[in-house]
């Protein structure tokens, strides 16, 4: 059961941040948790603390984490005042995994504060860390029996989520060894994302989408998330990495199942994670010759230049690794019978944008000549927040003319209340226990599943490697893939380019 927010708030509640110097803590998480401060959704007594490896004086950590949230923030500078108050429980804390007194120090330092407030608080332990210290915190932890009480104690783990299958089914049994499935968050921020947890209340709330949400009334689907920067400064981590493993098997195969996903029994965590882990069950195995995989060369995004990917710092100068990749695949249930999705992720695009369209079939039996276009809902998740059904209108005039028109909703114009960071809903969840937005074991281990058949191929050939010049759409070859299915990608947001996603000519 989770916490209501009121209950939350008597609930006082320590958060050990393991590598609270980090990048993450500095941009996300640490601006995150002022943010909930300010909005008042933190518990009245509650301390975190921010765990580095290095020596640091509580000031200088204090001086960073104040430009991480004027950099970062979405509220903007800090308000000078409630960062007075906020730092006093930013507690900076010194400690060094591999050594021996860390974790009773931890446990002290937990305990003494449980004394001061009387009670024994929840406790969030964030794994901010590179996979290689995942064991020895989890061991730690469980050692001086910090996190031994499920209601109370929450982990939360990063990703990457392995680099394999294999790798991930000893990560998952190396964490559920020591602590219970239902006391593990397994984070993916584009859960966390306002749009993407406005699919769910879109389709099932809405009646109206429902019979159309189909095989017969959909045409295909596409899944775009197209990013503008390149790989920057985490050559070292991207280039062991690739597009498919840092993308496409998290992020845009959660968007897949949430797409696709029947409608759970009810709102609650188990039903909706259940329904997600049975569509990604039932994709078809997808065919690793057919996935088009590229890197960027040098060009010009937005008007800067940009170095080849094998230019970048930490990336190896013969690197065959991929920052862009395109693949269609099909469910094999009865609801998306015979329907493509096609999915696509790439560093160095044009334009940054998360953008799920779906295509409907056109008119049966059709009673104007100019009825040409097909119904299109285009989700725009990011920069953008809308949602679009284009629609064909009639043209003001004497004669019969039909055109496309846009049907909008806009999050700015609907909504008055500003749209929070992912990080933000995500740890507020943590912190009430509620898992709805988190990744099971089972789902992590059936989103490997599905990309393992194409990382086994890669391994064997990189002579399917493509090259796009940075600040273009991709290779030609994902043109095709799309193609392939009488499709063309949507490239941009909708509210710019209205038309410029066609449906299928033919049938697969
Ligand atoms: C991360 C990836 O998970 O998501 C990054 O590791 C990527 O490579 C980022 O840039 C994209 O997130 P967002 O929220 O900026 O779309």
Not at 293 to 301: E, F, K, P, S
Not at 379 to 387: K, V
Request: glycine residues 6%.
């Amino acid at each position: 059961m989770s916490l209501s927010l009121q209950d939350l708030k008597k609930t006082p509640a320590s958060i050990v941040i393991f590598g609270g110097f980090g990048d993450l803590s500095w941009r996300k998480l640490i601006p995150a948790l002022y943010n909930l401060f300010i909005g008042g959704y933190l518990p009245e007594n509650f301390t975190i603390f921010a765990m580095d490896y290095h020596g640091r004086t509580d000031a200088a950590y204090d001086k960073h984490m104040l430009e991480g949230i004027n950099t970062f923030s979405r509220t903007g500078k800090a308000d000078p005042e409630k960062w007075n108050i906020f730092k006093d429980r930013l507690d900076y804390f010194q400690g060094d995994f591999t050594v021996p007194d860390t974790f009773p120090r931890l446990k002290k330092a937990l305990e003494d504060y449980d004394k001061q407030w009387g009670k024994r608080a929840i406790r969030v332990f964030y794994y901010s860390v590179s996979p290689g210290f995942i064991q020895m915190i989890t061991e730690g932890l469980s050692k001086y029996k910090m996190a031994n009480n499920p209601s109370k104690d929450r982990i939360v783990i990063e990703k990457p989520f392995g680099t394999d299958l294999a790798s991930a089914q000893k990560l998952n049994k190396l964490l559920t060894k020591d602590f219970k499935e239902q006391q593990i968050y397994r984070i993916d921020h584009y859960l966390g994302k306002e749009v993407v947890q406005n699919i769910l209340a879109f389709r099932f709330a809405n009646h109206i989408f429902e019979p159309l949400w189909r095989s017969g009334e959909v045409d295909h689907i596409q899944i775009s998330v197209a990013e503008d920067v390149s790989v920057g400064t985490r050559g070292k981590y991207y280039d062991n990495s690739g597009a498919l493993r840092d993308m496409i098997q998290n992020h845009l195969l959660q968007l897949l199942s949430v797409i696709a996903m029947d409608r759970p029994k009810s709102y609650t965590a188990e039903c909706i994670r259940d329904e997600k882990v049975k569509v990604l069950k039932s994709v078809r195995k997808i065919k690793p010759e057919e996935v088009v995989r590229a890197q960027y060369t040098a060009g010009t995004v937005d008007g800067n230049k940009q170095a080849a990917y094998i230019d970048e710092v930490n990336v190896a100068r013969n690197s065959k690794t991929e920052t862009f990749v395109a693949l269609k695949l099909f469910i094999d249930n009865p609801r998306w019978k015979g329907v493509p999705f096609l999915l696509r992720t790439g560093k160095c695009m044009p334009k940054k944008s998360s953008l799920i369209t779906i295509v409907f079939k056109p008119t049966p039996n059709k009673i104007f000549k100019d009825d040409t276009n097909s119904n299109r809902l285009y989700i725009s998740i990011q920069p953008e927040q809308t949602i679009n059904l284009i629609v064909d209108g009639k043209v003001p005039g004497i004669e019969m003319k039909l055109q496309p028109v846009n049907m909008d909703f806009t999050y700015n114009d609907s909504f008055c209340e500003p749209s929070p960071e992912a990080y933000e809903t995500l740890l507020l969840d943590v912190l009430e226990g509620d898992t709805t937005l988190f990744i099971r074991d089972d789902q992590v281990e059936t989103a490997w599943k599905i990309v393992m058949p194409i990382l086994d191929y890669w391994k064997k050939t990189s002579s399917g490697l493509k090259k796009y010049a940075a600040g273009t759409e991709g290779p030609k070859a994902s043109d095709q893939l799309a193609k392939s299915v009488g499709a063309k990608w949507a490239l941009s947001s909708p509210n710019e380019t209205p038309l410029l996603c066609e449906p299928r000519k033919d049938k697969p």
